[in-house]
Structure formats: structure tokens, C-alpha cells
């Protein structure tokens, strides 16, 4: 069965200070793939990221990046010089593709990010 | 550019009653899946459709049922509400590359139902 992690619940930073948000997963698939959405307080869900499981190239989009290291199952999601802005839930989200295209998302249980001016 | 239409965005029903949830995938998105959000909660996978076909199914309650339609509108028929039915409803939509790889799900604003 496929299980995310994401241990750490709330975290409070002060703007413009750099935040890492951890994503740890499990699954017996060799082919999967890995997301992370983020919800503001506005509600809806926002996809940032999809990686799949042959590619371990981590990736850097402005002030986000991401860094995926499949010897931890790790995809752990980095903020830049954190804004006000960025203050949201961040849900890391695991699919696996053997079960066929397009599978159902298993999410993490959220961290909640407050950025604090 | 499009993106996931879902509506009502509020609902308000009572206990017992029916409730209809209308999702309206992006143009060219062939799979539909529903999920259920409680407050404070993860989104947890319910139904999904690709070419109006179920093609899974996860912890959707038999008070439930879901369709996809010809023009790949989907709708989730919720009767006998309950309490514990209050939540966010996300529709989201992608398309089927094939081969067994998965493209990002796009997800819609949401419909927020409150069971009284």
C-alpha cells in the first residue's frame, strides 16, 4: 500500500528566511510518481510539481526547488526567501503507475506554513 | 487557460437529504477523479472516471454514487446526508498519456458542503 509522510505539521518562519518541507513515501511500485500541491487559505489546491520515479534530477523553479533522493524516499520541497505569500497548507502526493494510468493521489497529512513579515 | 469548473461552490443541505455535485473537466482531459477534504484533513480519493468508464474507486460510501457523461461532465450524487458528510469536494481532471504514466491532476475550487 502506498503511504505519504509528512512529519512535520506547522511551521512558522519569518519572511524572507529559507524553509525546507519534508515528504517522506512508501510504496512496493518501482514506477511511481510524486507531487506537491500547495492549498492556500483561499482553499483550492494548486499543482506545483510532478516528478516520476526515474528521474532523480532535482529541480529549481524560481525560489522553489525540490530535491528528490529515492535512498531516503525522500521528495523534499525547499522555499527560497520565503514571502507572506507563500503562506499556505503544502501537500506532498504519491500515484503509482502500475496500478495504471492516472492513479488516485494518496496525500500526506499537510504542513502548514506561516510566513510571518 | 481553462481550468476545472465545479459547482454549486457552497451547498447547504440537511440531514437526509440529496445533494448533486457537478464537475466540468478541462477540454481535452479524458480521466475525472472526486475527493472528499474534512476540515483540518488530507484530501482522500473517492471515485474516478476515465472515457466514462469507473476506473477506480476508493472509500466512497454506498450513499454515493458518481457518473461521467458523454461530454465528460461528471456528477457525485450524495443522498441520505449525514453530519460527517461536511467537507470540501474537489473534482480534478487529467489527461491519459498511455503507456501507463500519469499526468498531473488539475484540481477544481472546490464545493464546500454543509450537512445541518
Known amino acids: 500500500a502506498q503511504k505519504v509522510t509528512q512529519a512535520q505539521t506547522e511551521i512558522s518562519v519569518v519572511e524572507k528566511e529559507d524553509v525546507t518541507l519534508d515528504c517522506v513515501y512508501e510504496t512496493r511500485d518501482t514506477t511511481y510518481y510524486l507531487f506537491w500541491y500547495k492549498q492556500p487559505p483561499s482553499g483550492e489546491l494548486v499543482f506545483l510539481i510532478r516528478r516520476n520515479s526515474f528521474d532523480e534530477q532535482n529541480e529549481i523553479s524560481g525560489r522553489y526547488s525540490w530535491n528528490f533522493q529515492k535512498s531516503t524516499s525522500s521528495f523534499n520541497f525547499t522555499i527560497t526567501a520565503s514571502q507572506v505569500v507563500d503562506s499556505a497548507v503544502y501537500f506532498c502526493a504519491l500515484s503509482e503507475g502500475a496500478a495504471g494510468a492516472n492513479s488516485k493521489l494518496t496525500f500526506g497529512k499537510g504542513i502548514t506554513l506561516s510566513v510571518r513579515p | 487557460a481553462a481550468g476545472v469548473i465545479q459547482s454549486p461552490r457552497h451547498l447547504i443541505k440537511e440531514k437526509r437529504e440529496t445533494a448533486t455535485l457537478k464537475c466540468y473537466p478541462i477540454p481535452r482531459h479524458d480521466t475525472v477523479y472526486w475527493y472528499q477534504q474534512g476540515p483540518g484533513q488530507d484530501p482522500q480519493f473517492l471515485i474516478s472516471?476515465?472515457?466514462?468508464?469507473?476506473?477506480d474507486k476508493g472509500s466512497i460510501p454506498d450513499r454515493f454514487s458518481a457518473q461521467q457523461f458523454s461530454d465528460y461532465h461528471s456528477e457525485l450524487n450524495m443522498s441520505s446526508l449525514e453530519l460527517g458528510d461536511s467537507a470540501l469536494y474537489f473534482c480534478a481532471s487529467s489527461r491519459n498519456p498511455g503507456g501507463g504514466s500519469s499526468y498531473e491532476q488539475y484540481f477544481g475550487p472546490g464545493t464546500r458542503l454543509t450537512v445541518t
Open positions: 472516471f476515465y472515457e466514462k468508464m469507473q476506473s
